[in-house]
């Protein structure tokens, strides 16, 4: 039997993580920013868009707040399994290699499936 993975499509990147919550007021700028890059790129035949906008890390991580990475782990780990090899691509799947794809095999992630995952 393979070891447990989570892929999913590039454009869905950053879509479920967890962050500190003095990060909340940055990902919340963040995540406004999206929704208006959404709406100004939208293709003109609606098929699409024209540009793209990339989540950003907010600049406050863990280590700003005291907040321990194995301390947070082990408590998702206890509702949730860990899936370290995690890939997020513009491809299908894990059988072929995208460029701009992002691949993890030790990854800080949790959950089920690609519908049912967080990502720290």
Request: charged share 25%.
């Amino acid at each position: 039997m393979s070891e447990p993975a989570i892929h999913i499509h590039e454009d869905n990147c950053g879509m479920r993580n967890l962050y500190p919550v003095g990060a909340f007021s940055e990902a919340r700028a963040d995540l406004a920013r999206s929704v208006e890059a959404a709406e100004r790129n939208r293709a003109p035949d609606g098929g699409g868009w024209t540009d793209i906008h990339v989540i950003s890390a907010p600049s406050i991580d863990y280590s700003d707040v005291q907040l321990d990475l194995g301390a947070v782990a082990d408590a998702l780990e206890i509702i949730m399994p860990r899936v370290r090899r995690f890939t997020a691509t513009a491809l299908s799947g894990f059988d072929s290699h995208d460029p701009w794809g992002s691949y993890e095999e030790d990854a800080y992630c949790y959950g089920f499936n690609q519908r049912c995952f967080i990502k720290i």
